[in-house]
T-cell receptor, first 114, second 113 residues
């Protein structure tokens, strides 16, 4: 079973600060997805990283996929209250029929205080 | 497009009762799945389907049944509700399973007393 560990579990910061959250595994993933979930809603995809060492930017959010494709990070610059939510990383299981299954980390709950 | 819809939004059951959570999508996706989300546990896969007539178990299938008679619908049945099934349930659909974007419904919050 491929596991994804996310850290920190909770993060509370002031508006304008920078932060980084991590998604780590002992297994290699063919790709990793990052989702954001707001209270009372389902997760929404932010980005998918596919290539080892890949860096993707989405406005103030920067996503990186580790060279060995076992880990990923999300960096937010100058956090805003609208960034508040649960950030989840997810990756497809090994191969074959298992690739239909998506494994999720437990998430990082981010609170941005005005 | 409505995307993925789920009903009901909230439900309270007594132990031993049965019910069906409804899920429908209008994106013509072959792959659909059911997850449960509990505090501190993330999203765990209950059952999934790779097309009409084809279903399989995920990580936590016990106590749940599914069927897929059409591409659009993927209902989740609780046969005899237990307090351990108190959770928020999400249905998702995608074009290509775990290797593609998952589109989630708004969730059903279920409480079993």
């Amino acid at each position: 079973t491929q596991l994804l560990e996310q850290s920190p579990q909770f993060l509370s910061i002031q508006e304008g600060e920078n932060l980084t959250v991590y998604c780590n595994s002992s297994s290699v993933f063919s790709s990793l997805q990052w989702y954001r979930q707001e209270p009372g809603e389902g997760p929404v995809l932010l980005v998918t990283v596919v290539t080892g060492g890949e860096v993707k930017k989405l406005k103030r959010l920067t996503f990186q996929f580790g060279d060995a494709r076992k880990d990923s990070s999300l960096h937010i610059t100058a956090a805003q209250t609208g960034d508040t939510g649960l950030y989840l990383c997810a990756g497809p299981s090994d191969s074959g029929a298992g690739s239909y299954q998506l494994t999720f980390g437990k998430g990082t709950k981010l609170s941005v205080i005005p | 497009n409505a995307g993925v819809t789920q009903t009901p939004k909230f439900q309270v059951l007594k132990t031993g009762q049965s019910m069906t959570l409804q899920c429908a999508q209008d994106m013509n996706h072959e792959y659909m799945s059911w997850y449960r989300q509990d505090p501190g546990m993330g999203l765990r896969l209950i059952h999934y389907s790779v097309g009409a007539g084809i279903t399989d178990q995920g990580e936590v299938p016990n106590g749940y049944n599914v069927s897929r008679s059409t591409t659009e619908d993927f209902p989740l049945r609780l046969l005899s509700a237990a307090p351990s099934q108190t959770s928020v349930y999400f249905c998702a659909s995608s074009y290509a399973g775990g290797r593609s974007e998952q589109y989630f419904g708004p969730g059903t919050r279920l409480t079993v007393t």
